[in-house]
């Protein structure tokens, strides 16, 4: 299956000042991380320098550097950088370090798979097909599984795939949204509770990881995780077993455990949110699902492989027309929901048969002074009038507010000011989140 390969441009680090002057690392796969944590590439002991410092990648025309919320920063001369791209040899300035990015002619290959989808992940482009390299690679082991990327981009759809190719498949896959729970449920929802643990425990329940014994466990959202349960999810992997709240026995679980988060972990980890040792547990595997806008070729695998499950799934004929115009002019759009806007978008196509408006066009004024959210419903009666308003009202404001934060429902929530599940069941209910498509 990974019979093919990718080239990407291979590129080196040298402290050349510092505590560490003279400590070297070469890029493996197209990354490098410098940071003091224990899994870092080019790993230093400048107590100015954070774990997880900064990271580069190599890109078609240069390297991106990211700093990842490091506490004195990065900078490249008197000019502290965020985010950028080098394209010629640079010297970063870290803490007390100074650090020399080297860009040779050097050559990496990545392999990708022969295929345009693994399990109902779909995408031929060369991103999606290093991920499928890389799942298929980590389906048959038993090693936790960390996938990351925006909201709307496949992770749990990635999770499954890992379980449904495992030797696992006929046993349990169990979902727990990290993000979705009250904080003070979420430990109960994990490990479970003894009758009377806490007030409305009326009986005993089992924890997700019991009930998944045998097979896989997801953590959805994983960076949403209460700093007060995690090391209790900490013991739990590490010791393989389990005690419910209030209970005062553990029970051992056999569980493999693949996570999610469209946060950057090591930047949790620098800001004290994150434990550095359940990161190290979580992160044995990274997958990282790419954006919707960064791989606009998959539109023509993707369009009409959608249009013809939402026809399935909705009961409607099949046979929707999706001219080749059409896709090209989804190609205009960033989708900031991704591949989980992009469904949206064409069960609204399908059903309605019209082409209708991109989310962060509805409210925009039209001729005549008429915005889309009012248009037409002067023919409805009064009652469904103002019903339809509502959830037009609803839809964009949600899609506004998820666009400006990049699919973060943690903040969309603190933003909009009301707690992460009111949103959730928002964004259920008007479609704008499938449960089935993450």
Request: net charge neutral; glycine share 10%.
């Amino acid at each position: 299956m990974n019979d093919l390969t990718v080239v990407v441009r291979a590129f080196g680090a040298e402290v050349i000042e510092g505590p560490d002057k003279g400590a070297r690392a070469t890029s493996i796969e197209g990354r490098l991380t410098v940071g003091t944590a224990d899994d870092a590439t080019l790993r230093l002991t400048d107590t100015t320098v954070s774990r997880y410092h900064l990271e580069l990648e190599a890109a078609v025309d240069g390297v991106v550097l990211r700093d990842l919320g490091s506490t004195n920063g990065t900078a490249i001369g008197t000019m502290m950088v965020r985010e950028g791209r080098l394209t010629e040899t640079a010297v970063l300035k870290l803490g007390r370090s100074k650090v020399q990015i080297t860009l040779d002619g050097a050559r990496a290959t990545l392999p990708l798979s022969s295929s345009v989808s693994y399990g109902a992940l779909l995408g031929a482009s060369a991103a999606m097909r290093q991920v499928y390299a890389t799942l298929a690679r980590a389906a048959p082991t038993t090693a936790s599984v960390l996938i990351l990327g925006e909201s709307g981009t496949g992770k749990e759809l990635a999770a499954r795939a890992v379980h449904q190719e495992s030797e696992r498949a006929a046993r349990p896959f169990e979902v727990v949204d990290c993000g979705g729970l009250p904080p003070t449920l979420i430990e109960s929802e994990l490990f479970g509770h003894e009758r009377g643990a806490f007030t409305g425990a009326t009986g005993d329940r089992e924890g997700a990881f019991e009930r998944a014994d045998g097979g896989t466990i997801f953590l959805d959202e994983l960076g949403e995780l209460p700093l007060d349960v995690q090391p209790k999810l900490l013991r739990a992997l590490g010791e393989s077993e389990v005690r419910r709240v209030g209970g005062r026995r553990s029970k051992k679980v056999d569980v493999r455990v693949v996570a999610a988060t469209n946060r950057d972990l090591r930047r949790e980890v620098n800001a004290g949110r994150f434990r550095a040792d359940l990161y190290y547990r979580l992160a044995v595997i990274q997958v990282r699902m790419p954006a919707l806008r960064e791989r606009l070729e998959d539109l023509e695998v993707l369009v009409p492989e959608l249009v013809k499950r939402i026809c399935a799934e909705r009961r409607v004929a099949p046979g929707v027309s999706v001219p080749e115009e059409f896709v090209e002019m989804l190609g205009q759009h960033t989708w900031p929901g991704n591949v989980r806007e992009l469904r949206n978008y064409l069960e609204q196509y399908v059903i309605l048969e019209v082409t209708p408006p991109f989310a962060t066009d509805v409210g925009a004024d039209e001729g005549g002074g008429e915005g889309a959210l009012v248009r037409g419903l002067e023919a409805l009666p009064l009652r469904a009038a103002k019903a339809e308003l509502t959830d037009r009202f609803e839809r964009w404001y949600l899609s506004r507010l998820l666009a400006d934060t990049r699919g973060n429902v943690a903040e969309a929530a603190r933003r909009a000011g009301v707690d992460r599940g009111t949103v959730f069941r928002s964004m259920r209910r008007i479609g704008l989140r499938d449960p089935d498509d993450r």
